[in-house]
């Protein structure tokens, strides 16, 4: 079964305009970390955000916030004020921290944001 | 700071040819790893470094890929002999500890004609 779950293979926004990227995780583990990563195409995978399942409060950082629904499982990342330069792959990933340690992070399959002027 | 160092950037080779991916991770990172990322995927890993030791390598397929890290720094992964599955981005990351984000490098696209 798939871990990570990102059911939109491309999306479109227009600049300054608000985006929200879907993402659904699947663990029975009650401690895990959600991550969210942007890929530019130049390849780097750039870490945006991170959010721990006992966090009491949705994680923020600059104009990315992660909108966490514990009992729905979801991990949705929201970036307002898109800017051009937002356009580029986005993958939502997700770590379980089990009695024999941190398991590897797992990846969803990404979303393709473009960002329109 | 520097960040995750790869190279080569870009590799082309013909199937059953050995290829080698180098990897300089962050100054101080304990922890390396090497993802595959295939076209369309996120990326998946391959194997993972504490210092020298690598303890998690269970989805290395071992009977054509090899990967060492031998003083505890930089990396390298092989691959002999490559097929045209292979064909794939390579990424290595590293954190300063397992629990620690990871930082990736831009990767290595390999091409197996």
């Known amino acids: 079964a798939q871990k990570i779950t990102q059911t939109q293979p491309g999306m479109f926004v227009q600049e300054k305009e608000a985006v929200t990227l879907d993402c659904t995780y699947d663990?029975?583990?009650?401690?895990?970390?959600l991550f969210w990563y942007k890929q530019p195409s130049s390849g780097e995978m750039i870490f945006l955000i991170y959010q721990g399942s006992y966090d009491q409060q949705n994680a923020t950082e600059g104009r990315y916030s992660l909108n966490f629904q514990k009992a729905r499982k979801s991990a949705n990342l929201v970036i307002s004020a898109s800017q051009l330069g937002d356009s580029a792959m986005y993958f939502c990933a997700m770590r379980e921290a089990t009695n024999s340690g941190n398991t590897p992070l797992v990846f969803g399959k990404g979303t393709r944001l473009s960002v329109i002027a | 700071e520097a960040g995750v160092v790869q190279s080569p950037r870009y590799k082309i080779i013909e199937k059953k040819q050995p290829v080698a991916f180098w990897c300089n991770p962050i100054s101080g990172h304990n922890t390396l790893y090497w993802y595959l990322q295939n076209l369309g995927q996120g990326p998946e890993l391959l194997i993972r470094y504490e210092n020298e030791e690598a303890v998690d390598d269970s989805q290395l397929p071992k009977d054509r890929f090899s990967a060492e890290r031998l003083k505890g720094v930089d990396s390298t992964l092989k691959i002999q002999p490559a097929e045209l599955g292979d064909s794939a981005v390579y990424l290595c990351?590293?954190?300063?500890?397992?629990?620690?984000?990871?930082?990736f490098g831009p990767g290595t696209r390999l091409t197996v004609l």
């Open positions: 990351a590293s954190s300063l500890r397992v629990v620690d984000e990871q930082f």
């Open positions: 663990t029975s583990d009650p401690s895990y970390g």
